[in-house]
């Protein structure tokens, strides 16, 4: 039973993909994998020869090739037959005579016809018997050969006796007449002929760089159905670069035998040349004859300039995966990618390939992969193309209908009426529709902005849209050492924990949460009325409310030292009023009066200061008006001046040089400010003293100063100086002395003004507060 369910399952799950599986898409697929394989056959190669072998002559000729200048060439060319006369220029005594200026020479190919008889006692054979070095061509019986010399006379009897050894001549030609290698052995009478140029290595007493030269040679396509077996690919230069000289200077003397010293000389017609021209490149219109051919190819064999070629499996192989790869990235690539990646994916094709044959001489051909990789991309890019086609239509056929609901189709139908083309019609509502979804668009990207809160809008799983205070928010994330997308992944985190602890999925989940090291409030609304199509999408809205939270912490402070504060003379209050209801007529009524009257006052302060520092921090700075502190500081110095009198403290007010220092606040606030300085100067001065006001301007702000004699107050206290209710000594805690209200004032009313107040105290010589204001700066009109 298990086993038939086992097996059962793979054909279960195949009938469900099955009906997802478009017969389209499914011809498709085959269609594309065909490519692929025809590509990926030798045949297909033989298509783009031409192809490949531009792309072989061109990395091949921008490379430096060595030469070693170990073979030279003698042409027998138009200036020997003007000089000798054409019948001693073919003679077979001239060439015997050639050889005798050969002796140096480590081998001599006599790369010609021999058409004229031996005169008596100038034979050829015995020239050649005497150099014992000396390698003749020999026609091929193969029929098979590219370029073989159908016209090359077999060397009679003696000549082939005296000859160190026999070669054939025949190479491989391809596209635009270039040579593109030889055939090491031929078959010919029944035995294997090697090529004239291996001859006349092996004659020469020279050594190949390679070990067997038949594991190299491999079979090239000349056509679809034509295969040539056992080519050995050389990499021949563009151009001639051996060293020639013409036949009859070498004969008459004129170059020194030195110059054919140790190297294989071949020697061979220009002037007349039976078999025709050859080129050994694409890029190069210099043609060349057989002998030159034939010396280039020796230099060549020596110097190992061979092409390593790749087997045929392993061409179709890494043609089949190169188009099959493209072909997966076309299918999953989504977007712009695909066609940046394919584009990738096509040019490392073709640089591994270039890179091989620049540096390893490893030939592999590219065109009929690069034709079938172009051709699976170009079926995919249509088939997108088309999709996109569709989706174009679609979308028109509803902003047509959007047009119609936002009242455009009724002005179409008045250009109707009026005559006007209606080709044109889908056009103008599309623009229409889109300037429409444009003001839209912009209207709604306004109104986040406005807020004054970070708000995103996430959907399926990703942020999508986000305003100025979010991506500030952002930023400063991402200032603490993490990227953008970790800070949108944290946001991300907390609105899922926030919809994970909401009870009810539709409504709003609110949550407080730290984010930046700020308390923040966390919103977390969905969209309901999204298409579904369109995935799921919530705002996430952040308000920040440390402030909020500080402030409300301060307020219960406050009220609890308020409430501290005044339950103790409330307390002493009703306790005096007990003890006077018992005491009766007899008790001392004047004594409890002043006691009440102080102990109420002190509670009446103690509302007024906490009502001042109340109002402070609600300023509104919309409404502050120009002032100058020079009128502030005398009105304080009246209103202090008969506290300072009963202590015999003197009051120095600056010089009033007629320069005014203005500044843009509330003045009342101001001005309860500099009176709370002055009164705290007064009250902790010691009498006789003096309590000095000063007033300046530095740069952008200006300062007034209030320095006294006073006891001075400890460094410890500094950093809580302005906190509310706080007192340097509790002990001096009384209604004389205030309630610890009055320079938390005094700072508030400086920050809300922009400004700050600083002290600097030392104990037993007193204290100096500075107020610390923006400078107003004064316009024409305000001065006139």
């Known amino acids: 039973m298990s086993n038939t369910t086992t097996v059962a399952m793979p054909f279960a799950v195949l009938r469900q993909a099955l009906p997802r599986i478009r017969l389209t898409d499914l011809i498709f697929g085959l269609c594309v994998v065909a490519i692929a394989?025809?590509?990926?056959?030798?045949?297909?190669?033989?298509?783009?020869?031409?192809?490949?072998?531009?792309?072989?002559?061109?990395?091949?000729?921008?490379?430096?090739?060595?030469?070693?200048?170990?073979?030279?060439?003698?042409?027998?060319d138009q200036k020997t037959i003007d000089e000798l006369g054409q019948r001693d220029s073919f003679a077979r005594a001239t060439h015997a005579k050639l050889l005798a200026h050969l002796q140096r020479a480590r081998s001599v190919v006599f790369n010609m016809n021999f058409v004229s008889p031996s005169p008596p006692g100038q034979s050829l054979a015995d020239a050649i018997a005497k150099n014992g070095r000396v390698v003749v061509p020999m026609s091929s019986s193969g029929g098979s050969a590219a370029a073989d010399d159908k016209q090359l006379l077999a060397p009679t009897p003696a000549v082939t006796q005296a000859v160190a050894a026999l070669g054939h001549r025949n190479f491989m030609v391809g596209n635009f007449k270039v040579v593109r290698g030889i055939f090491p052995y031929q078959s010919s009478g029944g035995a294997e002929l090697p090529h004239i140029a291996l001859e006349a290595i092996r004659v020469a007493g020279m050594h190949l760089p390679f070990s067997d030269i038949r594991l190299l040679a491999q079979r090239q396509m000349l056509s679809m159905t034509q295969q040539m077996a056992d080519v050995l690919m050389l990499i021949l230069p563009s151009k001639m670069d051996l060293a020639q000289y013409s036949y009859v200077d070498v004969l008459k003397g004129r170059i020194p035998a030195a110059a054919f010293a140790n190297r294989i000389v071949f020697v061979g017609h220009q002037a007349f040349e039976a078999s025709g021209s050859f080129n050994t490149s694409s890029l190069s219109e210099q043609s060349m004859s057989r002998n030159q051919v034939d010396a280039l190819v020796t230099q060549a064999l020596l110097d190992g300039r061979v092409m390593h070629g790749v087997p045929e499996w392993w061409k179709s192989s890494i043609s089949l995966t190169v188009v099959l790869g493209l072909m997966l990235i076309c299918m999953l690539a989504p977007g712009s990618r695909m066609h940046r990646f394919a584009l990738l994916w096509i040019v490392a094709y073709f640089a591994v390939a270039t890179a091989l044959l620049a540096f390893e001489h490893v030939w592999l051909p590219v065109s009929a992969t690069l034709v079938c990789c172009m051709l699976v991309y170009a079926a995919y890019a249509w088939r997108r193309l088309a999709g996109t086609h569709r989706l174009l239509k679609h979308e028109l056929a509803e902003l047509r209908q959007l047009s119609s609901v936002m009242g455009f189709a009724a002005q179409s139908e008045v250009n109707d009426r009026n005559g006007a083309a209606n080709l044109m019609q889908p056009l103008h509502e599309i623009k229409q529709a889109m300037r429409q979804i444009r003001v839209w668009q912009e209207a709604y990207a306004g109104v986040i902005n406005m807020l004054p809160y970070p708000i995103f809008l996430e959907q399926d799983g990703r942020i999508v849209l986000c305003n100025d205070k979010a991506n500030a928010m952002l930023k400063?994330?991402?200032?603490?050492?993490?990227?953008?997308?970790?800070?949108?992944?944290?946001?991300?985190?907390?609105a899922a924990g926030c919809r994970a602890q909401s009870q009810d999925g539709e409504a709003i989940c609110v949550s407080e949460v730290t984010m930046g090291e700020r308390e923040q409030l966390l919103l977390v609304t969905p969209f309901a009325f999204l298409n579904e199509a369109d995935g799921a999408a919530k705002l996430i809205s952040f308000v920040d409310i440390q402030d909020v939270k500080e402030t409300v912490v301060n307020d219960r402070q406050a009220?609890?030292?308020?409430?501290?504060?005044?339950?103790?003379?409330?307390t002493t209050m009703l306790a005096l009023i007990e003890q006077q209801d018992g005491q009766g007529e007899s008790g001392g009524g004047e004594a409890f009066l002043d006691d009440l009257r102080r102990l109420t006052n002190y509670s009446l302060r103690v509302a007024q200061d906490f009502m001042q520092l109340s109002r402070a921090e609600h300023l509104d700075p919309a409404s502050f008006l120009p002032l100058?502190?020079?009128?502030?500081?005398?009105?304080?110095?009246?209103?202090?001046?008969?506290?300072?009198?009963?202590?015999q403290i003197a009051l120095l007010a600056p010089d009033d040089d007629g320069g005014n220092l203005w500044v843009s606040g509330n003045y009342d606030m101001l001005l309860r400010a500099t009176v709370n300085l002055l009164d705290n100067a007064v009250k902790y001065s010691p009498p006789g003293s003096a309590i000095v006001l000063r007033m300046e301007r530095a740069q952008q702000y200006v300062c007034l100063s209030v320095q006294d004699q006073g006891i001075g107050i400890p460094e410890q206290a500094l950093p809580q100086l302005f906190d509310p209710f706080f007192q340097v000594d509790k002990r001096c805690q009384s209604a004389r002395n205030g309630v610890g209200l009055g320079l938390p004032f005094v700072r508030t009313v400086m920050e809300r003004h922009g400004g700050l107040v600083e002290v600097a105290s030392e104990v037993g010589r007193g204290s100096c507060?500075?107020?610390?204001?923006?400078?107003?700066?004064?316009?024409e009109e305000e001065h006139a």
């Open 628 to 647: 100058t502190l020079n009128e502030l500081a005398s009105e304080a110095l009246d209103q202090i001046g008969g506290a300072a009198d009963q202590k």
């Open 559 to 570: 009220l609890r030292y308020m409430a501290h504060d005044l339950r103790n003379p409330l």
């Open 37 to 76: 394989v025809i590509g990926a056959q030798p045949a297909t190669e033989a298509m783009f020869a031409s192809i490949d072998r531009i792309h072989h002559d061109v990395v091949l000729d921008l490379l430096p090739q060595p030469n070693s200048q170990r073979v030279t060439v003698i042409n027998l």
């Open 476 to 494: 400063a994330y991402a200032s603490d050492g993490a990227s953008i997308g970790v800070a949108e992944e944290a946001i991300l985190g907390l």
């Open 769 to 779: 507060f500075r107020l610390v204001l923006p400078a107003y700066a004064m316009g």
